[in-house]
């Protein structure tokens, strides 16, 4: 079956860099893209991009051109997302999702809570 | 932009439920899905195309609409069915609504 796991939650200060990891099992890997959405404390859905692991072609949010970068790595079926100089209002829950030939987004990771405190 | 309405809303088990999400833009394709999320969870996927239930979806669940404005209609609701529902407009840049919450009146 298909599964997503992510990285375990993450406490950083606000400047530093978080590296969230995404790995996948139960389908070919490269056969679909990758989006990352991100949940804040109460808060809604914010989608932040994607990566197409066949080609590491990727693609971003306005809100995060700046400092964000999405690689994978075939070899162990697993995508990340890097987001750098952290600030508090970074705090959130931090989700990948596989998505269908249509960009729908069909399986879910099970987040990745990432704190940003001094 | 999604904008969904209501911003709450509050019922009793047993009634009907309709929520809105209104795109700025008409949705070509008829991209759109809705997502059931519950507290400390990842969103589900219930409605996509609009009108598709996904798999193992109550058909209490349907989903309606076209252009820019779509329509999640639960009928009959169950107790699990309070839960914070979102619409996505999905493709190649993806844009969530900002959510409806259910709520147990």
């Known amino acids: 079956q298909v599964q997503l796991v992510q990285s375990g939650a993450e406490v950083k200060k606000p400047g530093a860099s978080v590296k969230v990891s995404c790995r996948t099992s139960?389908?070919?890997?490269?056969?679909?893209?990758i989006h990352w959405v991100r949940q804040a404390p109460g808060q809604g859905l914010e989608w932040m991009g994607w990566i197409k692991p066949n080609s590491g072609d990727t693609k971003y949010a306005q809100n995060f051109q700046d400092r964000i970068t999405m690689t994978r790595d075939t070899s162990i079926s697993t995508a990340y997302m890097e987001l750098s100089s952290l600030r508090s209002d970074d705090t959130a829950v931090y989700y990948c999702?596989?998505?269908?030939?249509?960009?729908?987004?069909?399986?879910w990771g099970q987040g990745t809570l990432v704190t940003v405190s001094s | 932009v999604l904008t969904q309405s209501p911003g709450t809303l509050s019922l009793s088990p047993g009634e009907s439920a309709t929520l809105s999400c209104r795109a700025s833009?008409?949705?070509?394709?008829?991209?759109l899905a809705w997502f059931q999320q519950k507290p400390g969870q990842a969103p589900r996927l219930l409605i996509y195309g609009a009108s598709s239930r996904a798999t193992g979806v109550p058909r209490r669940f349907s989903g309606s609409g076209s252009g820019t404005d779509f329509t999640l209609t639960i009928s009959r609701l169950e107790p699990e069915d309070f839960a914070v529902y979102y619409c996505l407009r999905y493709g190649s840049s993806p844009s969530f609504g900002q959510g409806t919450r259910l709520e147990i009146k």
């Open positions: 833009q008409s949705v070509t394709t008829n991209f």
């Open positions: 139960g389908y070919t890997f490269t056969g679909h893209y």
């Open positions: 999702a596989r998505v269908n030939d249509q960009g729908l987004p069909d399986y």
